[in-house]
């Protein structure tokens, strides 16, 4: 069973860093893109970050030069590193597994979503 837990969400003022931690298991997660989204409330669930097996990466234009996505692979874990932080960021932040790698700003081509962790920014 393919399971994917997000930790490391929490309330920062702005300007402030988190760093997100998204651990997998149940599959080799090597080979496969992975993903972060956000959902703000009241808002459609929107690309954040994407990271490929091979080190290519790619952003939202809304983060990019902020966040910075990695991963380790011996632990099957990707990261998310937020920096200068802004009240417009607070949302639910998810990971995601894309087994094709394709379309990565797109909801539908992950398979697996974790359960999410909050993410608060105040002014």
């Known amino acids: 069973q393919v399971q994917l837990v997000e930790s490391g969400g929490g309330l920062v003022q702005a300007g402030g860093s988190l760093r997100l931690s998204c651990a997998a298991s149940g599959r080799t997660f090597s080979r496969y893109a992975m993903g972060w989204f956000r959902q703000a409330p009241g808002k459609e669930r929107e690309f954040v970050a994407a990271s490929w097996s091979g080190g290519i990466t790619d952003y939202a234009d809304s983060v990019k030069g902020r966040f910075t996505i990695s991963r380790d692979n011996a632990k099957n874990t990707v990261y998310l590193q937020m920096n200068s932080l802004k009240p417009e960021d607070t949302a639910v932040y998810y990971c995601?597994?894309?087994?094709?790698?394709?379309?990565?700003?797109?909801?539908?081509?992950?398979?697996?979503w974790g359960q999410g962790t909050q993410v608060t920014v105040s002014s």
């Open positions: 995601a597994t894309n087994p094709r790698g394709t379309q990565p700003m797109l909801v539908d081509p992950y398979d697996y």
